[in-house]
Nanobody
Framework: VQLQASGGGLVQTGGSLRLSCAGS????????MSWFRQAPGKERDFVAA????????NYADSVKGRFTISRDKTKNTMYLQMNTLTPEDTAVYHC???????????????????WGQGTLVTVSS
């Protein structure tokens, strides 16, 4: 399985961006896909997760109401719509997937088997 993240860029405070994460491989059928982010000098933190089969979602408190995770199963692609961005959202955003993750571990970075390369989001003040 390979994951390719895209869509990052420079945006002003209050602006929006949509990230994409395209999956490929012989059989692409993750149980969960997620977004994590890593700001300079900080740990890689959980942002949002989506259960591939049902589309059910979970969010970090810091992004609830501003970010929306979704997926298109026909394209093997996950999205992160980010609205009302602030400088605190500046980070490299990584997508992750795992075929057997359990719901209680979705925010645990080390629980994911597959990772994308990351896409940089910079929010200017």
């Amino acid at each position: 399985v390979q994951l390719q993240a895209s869509g990052g860029g420079l945006v002003q405070t209050g602006g929006s961006l949509r990230l994409s994460c395209a999956g490929s491989g012989h059989i692409f059928n993750p149980r969960y896909m997620s977004w994590f982010r890593q700001a300079p000098g900080k740990e890689r933190d959980f942002v949002a997760a989506i259960k591939w089969s049902s589309g059910s979602t979970n969010y970090a408190d810091s992004v609830k109401g501003r970010f929306t995770i979704s997926r298109d199963k026909t394209k093997n692609t996950m999205y992160l719509q980010m609205n009302t961005l602030t400088p605190e959202d500046t980070a490299v955003y990584h997508c992750a997937a795992d075929p057997s993750l359990i719901q209680s571990s979705i925010a645990t970075r080390t629980a994911y088997r597959y990772w994308g390369q990351g896409t940089l989001v910079t929010v200017s003040s």
